[in-house]
């Protein structure tokens, strides 16, 4: 069984940052794809970051340059550091990972993310 615990929501201030951390266990094997999706009040949940076991990244258009994604392989975790954050960037941030072997995909219950002056 494969388990994702996300951390590190919060408030913050328009123009402030904040890092969620992910970090995974269970059958998770050596390559996967873990990333980041939210879902906005009323909206759909959408991609916002993806990184590969070797590294590769994607971001939405709506986050380049403003977010990082990263991992850490030794100890199963993601992070997405997020800076300049924006009122639009409210929503509950998701953790995701795909199995490269399988293709299995699981989702973190969320953290919300608030930012509101």
């Known amino acids: 069984q494969v388990q994702l615990v996300e951390s590190g929501g919060g408030l913050v201030q328009p123009g402030g940052s904040l890092k969620l951390s992910c970090a995974a266990s269970?059958?998770?094997?050596?390559?996967?794809?873990m990333g980041w999706y939210r879902q906005a009040p009323g909206k759909e949940r959408e991609l916002v970051a993806t990184i590969s076991s070797g590294g590769s990244t994607n971001y939405a258009d709506s986050v380049k340059g403003r977010f990082a994604i990263s991992r850490d392989n030794a100890k199963n975790t993601v992070f997405l550091q997020m800076n300049s954050l924006e009122p639009k960037d409210t929503a509950v941030y998701y953790c995701h990972l795909v199995v490269g072997v399988t293709g299995a995909n699981y989702w973190g219950k969320g953290t919300l993310v608030t930012v509101s002056s």
């Open positions: 269970g059958s998770i094997f050596s390559r996967n794809t």
